[in-house]
């Protein structure tokens, strides 16, 4: 559109109303498909990330992200938890990152206090039990999900050495 065109149409005052909510409307409901479709690429297809509990996402890269319940007070709390998670996961510390939990009391309770908070110098032991079963309930749906997919009859066990499924179906 040139210049000219466009300022005729703003002089213009025949413009009803029903004629601009219909152009804004269409004008909004491409802007929200192009910014919402994947545009041909097949992304529906795998999932970003999973997600087994409140504590731990795993992007399809490998990544652990970590929802910390606690703040970093001088303790070791960003270091230790993350360590637990890892160890849990048998995956290196440096796959692990942090990410603060937004409020929310009934996911994020420290079992010590009663409230979601950071204090008293008890983060790890409140972290100890939970944080660590976490973990554990993700290995295993993880390690059930690639012994499914693999076509395994068992699970395969933790520190296994060689074909971890030599029992396939």
Known sequence: ????????HTSDTNLSRRSFLAAGAAVGGG???????????SEAAAPESFAPNAFIRIGSDGEVVLTMPYVEMGQGTYTSIPMLIAEELEVNLKQVRLEHAPPNEKLYV???????ATGNSNAMRGAWKPLREAGAAARTMLVAAAANRWGCKNLPRAGQRGDPCADRT
């Open 1 to 8: 559109m040139n210049i000219d065109r466009i300022a005729s």
């Open 31 to 41: 802007l929200v498909l192009s910014l919402s479709l994947p545009l041909g690429r």
């Open 110 to 116: 420290n079992p010590l206090l009663g409230v979601q």
